[in-house]
């Protein structure tokens, strides 16, 4: 424990302008944002999927039966043309 103690006060802290990450951190932080971006675009993949697989049926629901009507205008919200005063 003492031995410990003697190195710690020999070794002083080096000064922050004298620590540098060098070329390895920035490697690092580009794979990080690399990673990242992978498994953004991993997730919006499986989400479309999943919502996919819902409209289908696959867990349970009612299958979703979409038209080129519905689509355009929803009949379960007010109508924008329809002026009711």
């Known amino acids: 424990m003492l031995d410990l103690l003697i190195v710690l006060v020999q070794d002083p ?9 060098g070329p390895l951190g920035f490697a690092v932080w580009i794979f990080m944002i ?8 991993s997730l919006v993949k499986q989400l479309r999927k999943a919502q996919a697989a819902k409209d289908a049926g696959v867990y349970g629901d009612e299958p979703v039966q979409r038209t080129e009507d519905s689509d355009a205008s929803d009949s379960s919200g007010p109508s924008a043309t329809t002026d009711e005063r």
């Open 13 to 21: 802290t080096p000064e922050p302008t004298e620590v540098k990450a």
């Open 34 to 41: 690399l990673a990242v971006v992978v498994i953004a675009f």
